[in-house]
């Protein structure tokens, strides 16, 4: 029960956040070209309380799972009806078209100014994700080693696209579940082809190959009358060697695993010394364990000011291309339905966030903020880009649509926007299903 209530809890700050900073954009540019704004409303629904300040009604409502602005001649398509001078259908084109897309600025706005507050304060975050892509640990009888990779490996390109991340190594890969992928690696100082299939996991089906990068790990808890205590491991230390071989993350819990009662000699980093400490691991049931709580090496990333500020515009256009990109990949077959994610999954996820601190809670928002405001802008009737839509071919026509043309479009946006709506929520629900889609397959 208490999970269902933060679940929604979190949901609700969530998109509440979202639709209202939308709708606030609506809200000023509308005050700001003189159209009157009849309604302002947190949520929707029945109107609970508010205020009336001049001609908006200020008010909260009983869904508070975002809000709405309701603009004087919004939505009204009779011929020929008198126009106040505070009319929508009163202002320019122009002005209209910068009323409907404000809302969506407003997230993107929303989403550099939250990241650039992260980089400002500063988040650890795994030190490989920005490094070069070369293959430090291969699983047995992946995909990567039955394509033929091998440990050293640099990728260069993944699909024709140039990868200089372990970032952009894994959205390549996790946006390709089941799919034949032709990378080309550097080795020996030559760069060579080499097809892989990917495999799908985890109930989203995202991509997974089998390699990871070389990373190192980190201790970040040290409990107590441990091995590990008794050794002088410390929160903090880098592990560099197991027996003077190099391990890595995901190599290191299955050393100690295998080694229970057999002395280790580790090879650690602290406060840029280099230490050598005899660790045995402890026997419990049938594997070893040394007592730590073990993480991916990290780096406090954490920008000046203006650096906050540009680092945030870049990450944020990474990921408006990245949403095209994937929007495309939909639409192609390049990318599963399944990883389109709806009010359910939104819903988990922010929880998840929720529990994991502000911080967490910050960047997710951020996420779906620019999604929205992408998204938003995107041709479809009932969207603002729909309308931004209309009011372009009218520009380019110079003439307005007719009232029926007009009710026309926006009939067709409803049953789309219905469709969508259905289909993401269904697409939530059979994720939860153990054959996706097919489990509604009777036959």
Known sequence: MANVFGTLLAFTVVFGILVFVHEFGHFFMAKLVGVRVEVFSFGYGKRLFGVKRGDTDYRISLIPMGGY???????????????????????????RLLIMA??????????????????????PVPDYQDEKPVIGWIESGSPAERAGLRIDDEIVLIAGREVGTWNDVHMAIGSKPDRHVRLEVRRDGQVIPIDLRTESVT????????FQAKILTQIQMVFSNSPAEKAGLKPGDLILAVDG??????????V????????????????????????????????????ISQVPKSVLKKYGFFAAISQSVKENLRNVFLVIRFIRDLFTGE?????????????????????MGWLTLLGWIAVI????????LFPIPVFDGGQIFVLIVESIVRRDL???????????????????????????IVKLLPNGWRSLNPF
Do not use: C, H
Not at 109 to 120: D, E, P, R, W
Not at 245 to 254: G, M, R, S, T
Not at 404 to 426: E, P
């Open 69 to 95: 602005v309701r603009l004087l001649g919004e939505g009204m398509f009779e011929k020929d009806r008198p126009v106040a001078p505070d009319d929508l259908m009163a202002k320019t084109r122009f002005q």
């Open 102 to 123: 404000t809302g969506s600025i407003m997230n993107i706005v929303l989403a550099v100014v939250i990241v650039a507050f992260i980089n400002g304060v500063g988040v």
């Open 203 to 210: 109930r989203y089906q995202m991509g997974y190959a089998g």
């Open 245 to 254: 071989k190099p391990i890595y993350f995901y190599q290191f819990l299955e």
């Open 256 to 291: 100690i695993q295998k080694n229970a009662d057999k002395e280790l000699l580790f090879s650690i980093t602290r406060g840029g010394e280099t230490l050598s400490l005899p660790v045995t691991p402890r026997r419990e049931g049938s594997v070893g364990k040394i007592g």
């Open 335 to 355: 990318a599963p339905t399944s990883q389109l994610g709806g009010p359910l999954a939104i819903a988990n996820i922010s929880y998840v966030a929720f529990r």
């Open 369 to 376: 903020s620019l999604q929205l405001g992408v998204l938003n």
């Open 402 to 428: 007719s009232p029926k043309a007009r009710q026309v479009w926006m009939s067709i946006g409803f049953v789309i926007f219905v469709a969508l709506i259905v289909f993401v929520l269904l697409n939530d």
